[in-house]
């Protein structure tokens, strides 16, 4: 069956509270075309269904091994291996497991189907001005089909918000932000090359489409992802503020964590972030009094 018109979805949170106004529903969407090495949902980087392997499930009964007609997983100290360059991902091994350490991250849904699931808290959305928020991966990597989706729920009246990074022809943001009540636009560094050789990507269509959904009318929040060692330097701080000031646009700067550490050898990834700080609130605060200080609109 075609998948044509689908979302990718690599999870849906309900009752969330931090991605925009009131209750919200959260629809991760799967594939980014950034790579930064602080991202928190790293299950959400690749655009296909890929195998997830939650170590801590398994008891070490082999019979992934027998049912891998690849031969490319193995035991060692009682937990499993897969020699991902290999893995084809035919998912054979996930439905042998008996203790669901193997699984299948990534689900197509229909837009139905996700109404479906959106309605279900639709009274708590009504009690409290929320509604369904979009994030990622990169929800502007399945603009098609998101456009689908949130034309259907703002015409149930319920709020729609994304979160994206901006990496994207304008095309794919602009079919869809007339169906967005809220934006969050997530800006990590204002020098290029710096953007460039942390994320993989430069910035420049970052900010010319930033320009331009400013210049539409978007109800824009830029969050600033604050990274000890990578962008909470003086530098890039300073930069971010000349850069910011003109949009006169909410800043809402934002705290790393280490909560997706585990997901990373869960999906066969290495994590760069292992021996970083956490951000710490007195460092966030002063950058907040900083931004405030110069003139911008700071949320926190
Ligand atoms: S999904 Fe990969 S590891 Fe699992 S059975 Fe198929 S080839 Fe083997
Ligand atoms: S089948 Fe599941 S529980 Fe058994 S070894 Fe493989 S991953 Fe572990």
Redesign the pocket.
């Known amino acids: 069956m075609s998948n044509e018109n689908k979302l990718l979805v690599s999870d849906i949170q309900r009752f969330c509270t931090h991605d925009g106004p009131g209750v919200r529903t959260v629809v991760f969407l799967k594939g980014c075309p950034l790579r930064c090495p602080w991202c928190a949902n790293p299950e959400s980087l690749e655009a296909r269904q890929e195998l997830y ?1 939650i170590k801590n ?9 027998k049912a891998c007609p690849e031969h490319c ?1 193995s ?1 060692t100290d009682k ?2 291996v897969v020699e991902r360059d290999t893995c084809t991902h035919c998912f054979l ?1 996930t439905g ?4 669901t ?2 699984q299948i991250k990534g689900r197509w849904y229909t837009a139905d189907e996700l109404v479906e699931q959106v309605l279900k808290d639709q009274e708590f959305f009504d009690r409290s001005g929320g509604g369904l928020t979009l994030s990622g991966g990169e929800v502007l990597a399945q603009a098609a089909a998101a456009e689908i989706l949130l034309r259907r729920i703002k015409q149930l009246g319920i709020h729609c918000a994304i979160e994206t990074s901006g990496f994207a022809r304008w095309k794919n943001l602009g079919r869809i932000l007339p169906f967005c009540d809220l934006v969050y636009y997530d800006i990590k560094m204002a020098d290029a090359e710096r953007h460039l050789s942390v994320t993989g990507q430069d910035n420049k269509i970052i900010l010319n489409n930033l320009f331009a959904a400013v210049k539409e009318g978007a109800n824009i929040v830029i969050r600033l992802p604050m990274i000890p060692g990578r962008n909470m330097d003086d530098d890039n701080i300073n930069a971010l503020i000349k850069m910011l000031l003109p949009y006169n646009l909410p800043v809402e700067p934002l705290v790393f964590h280490q909560l997706g550490k585990n997901k990373y050898s869960a999906v066969g990834k290495p994590y760069e972030m292992e021996n970083a700080a956490v951000s710490k609130k007195e460092d966030l605060a002063s950058i907040a009094e900083r931004l405030k200080r110069a003139g911008l609109k700071v949320i926190l």
């Open positions: 392997y499930k398994c008891i070490a009964c082999g019979e992934c091994i997983i035991v937990h499993v091994c042998v497991c008996p203790a350490a193997l």
